[in-house]
């Protein structure tokens, strides 16, 4: 089941604008990561945000999580044509389903186009 | 490159058929989750092992199989096939030692069709 909700579902920007995408999860996490996926291919893993954490930032990329509200948003600051891809947040829950278990649960992903 | 190697890319069967995808782990992980990728579940998990031994369930079929061998790789074992089970199906690893921090990295995907 999904856990997460992207917002948007789509968003088409300009090259060099920034691009904000939001997650809102339901259950008490672990972690948040957030992931990249060109066209039908493999996850690429961009930053994980653990949640005793608020921000993170790696390279162009800005991670906040909001426990109090469930939510975090991935902002791409200057954004490439080379950006453009489907993202996704997953969450690892804290309880998870078992002792030892740290599935990932996916949100639906906002597919991001950046226009040259 | 995550390291993670999946096999075959493509795969195209007919229904009622059984096929086996294969997943090498990166390095020194010993961790292999499988996950299924299709335009209307989205990402879902499937199954997890951790050095040979089943650590947790999701949404996998009674249809479906998994095992982890000695040297770590893993099978993901899909039978009776339907045309529903069309999807990409994702293996990823992670070393699994503390949960605040563990990644899952992810192989470039098994695309199967089933016809």
């Known amino acids: 089941s999904q856990q997460g909700e992207e917002d948007p579902q789509a968003l088409s920007i300009q090259e060099g604008e920034n691009a904000t995408m939001n997650c809102s999860y339901k259950?008490?996490?672990?972690?948040l990561q957030w992931y990249r996926q060109n066209s039908g291919r493999g996850l690429v893993h961009l930053i994980l945000?653990?949640?005793?954490?608020r921000e993170k930032h790696s390279g162009r990329l800005r991670v906040t999580l909001d426990t109090s509200k469930k939510s975090s948003s991935l902002l791409i600051t200057a954004s490439r044509a080379a950006d453009t891809a489907s993202y996704f947040c997953?969450?690892?829950?804290?309880?998870?389903?078992?002792?030892?278990?740290?599935?990932?649960?996916f949100g639906k992903g906002t597919k991001l186009s950046v226009i040259p | 490159d995550s390291g993670v190697t999946q096999t075959p890319k493509h795969l195209i069967t007919a229904t009622g058929q059984r096929v086996t995808l294969r997943c090498s782990p990166r390095?020194?992980?010993?961790?292999v989750y499988w996950y299924q990728q299709s335009l209307d579940q989205g990402l879902q998990f499937l199954i997890q092992?951790?050095?040979?031994?089943?650590?947790a369930k999701g949404n996998i079929l009674e249809r479906f199989s998994a095992q982890q061998f000695p040297d770590l790789h893993s099978e993901l074992n899909l039978s009776s096939l339907e045309l529903g089970d069309s999807a990409l199906y994702f293996c990823?690893?992670?070393?699994?030692?503390?949960?605040?921090?563990?990644?899952?990295?992810f192989g470039p995907g098994t695309r199967l069709t089933v016809l």
């Open positions: 990823a690893s992670s070393v699994l030692q503390v949960p605040s921090t563990d990644t899952q990295y």
């Open positions: 259950t008490s996490i672990n972690n």
């Open positions: 945000i653990r949640s005793n954490e």
């Open positions: 997953a969450t690892v829950p804290l309880a998870g389903s078992g002792a030892g278990s740290y599935q990932l649960t």
């Open positions: 390095s020194g992980d010993l961790s």
């Open positions: 092992y951790y050095n040979g031994e089943e650590r």
